[in-house]
């Protein structure tokens, strides 16, 4: 599948530079790149939701201190 995305000329002539740094085509490095932050994404997303669940729990069973008890 081919997608066009327009780069400005510094992101361009970056991933050019890791590009050639690699040895590998620039459109490979920009699918890993990609795939790399799509991936990270999904995960800090999943870490997020399970932060506020736990948060939630924690709240439901008692375990939480007042806004009070940090204020000093």
Not at 35 to 55: P, Y
Not at 56 to 68: N, V
């Amino acid at each position: 599948m081919a997608i066009v995305v327009s780069l400005s000329p510094e992101l361009e002539a970056q991933l050019r530079e890791k590009a050639a740094q690699q040895g590998q085509d620039v459109s490979f490095v920009a699918a890993k790149l990609l795939e790399a932050v799509l991936e990270w994404e999904v995960e800090d997303s999943e870490a997020a939701i399970q932060g506020i669940q736990k948060g939630l729990e924690d709240f439901e069973t008692g375990r939480f201190r007042s806004f009070d008890d940090f204020e000093d």
